[in-house]
């Protein structure tokens, strides 16, 4: 569909085209009518209705051939014309003057189109003026020149194209509010069905993320462990390398897990773990101060001599933990620390 900016610019050159076509095609008419009484009958009167409807043909004519240059330079001959032709009518055939001078509305309504204000005010002042000399320039009873027959027509042409030329003005205006409408309204649905796509994926949007974090906590819970094996027993077996970032998760997680179930004994299963650094030792020596804290003991199976030469070069903290051998002792000894 057309831009918002382009369309109310092929309106007016539609609007403008329509109103040559039509005073074109009427002083065409006009002109074939004359020149053939001209022929049969030459006169004065003839001549100056030839000169008029002629240099109206022209005006229209040049209007249509610069439909594509700007739109002020497309409407200006077609304005010089009427213009021209409202001042050769007063001049030469007043009994045409009253009915000629109102199709200086036409001229006030292009200029209109071009959305220049004060430029429009002008022309109609000026219009306004032309109007009341041209009715004032002459007596009101001033005897015919031209036959009765013709000035009939003459009237009856100019005052069906002036009607004809202001309802097509009028007929474009409407269409172009409804078009307008439509477009406004087309552009309303298109903006509530992107925000209906927005929403949509919005809501998409933080569905994928709760189940992202659901993920997480659940690769977290798998990653570190911390079971509740007995009354007041928990169990964290590690597997796999255990770096300061998950050394520092599984303190946090064995803290709380502490807190919920008012556990006494905590057991570190380091079976699975390879290889501790000083920086993990020191956090795994830290988590059983704090787990002490707590109230509860913290009970480490599964030591490797590697680990366990780790420890050992720490030389701190280490009264806070108590070792075994295995999974099975540790189990032993935290029932009986529970029981006793």
Known sequence: MTSSR???????????????????GASLLSFVLVLVLYVFSPSFFA???LGV???CIVGAGLTLLLRERPLWQMMLPIILSIVVNEVIVAIWLPELRLTLAPFLVVVVLLVSLGNQRFFT?????????????IVISGPLDAPATIPSHLLKYLHASTVATLIVVVWAISDRI????????RMAEQRAAEAETARQASETARQESERRAAEQQRLLELVKTLELPVLAVDDHVLLAPLVGNLDSWRAGALRR???????EHRAQVVILDVTGIAMIDTEVARALIDTAVAIRLLGA??????????VAQTLVSLNAGLGEIITVADLGAALAYARNEVEA
């Open 297 to 306: 003991r913290t009970v480490v199976s599964g030591i490797r001599a590697t």
């Open 47 to 49: 001549v100056v209705v």
């Open 121 to 133: 005010i002008a022309t109609m002042l000026f219009c306004t003026l032309l109007a009341v000399l």
């Open 253 to 259: 997680r064995i803290l709380e897990m502490v807190a």
């Open 53 to 55: 409807t002629f240099t």
């Open 6 to 24: 382009a369309f109310p610019e092929q309106l007016h050159r539609r609007i403008i085209t329509t109103v040559a076509l039509w005073c074109g």
């Open 174 to 181: 409407g269409a172009a509010q409804l078009t307008a409408l």
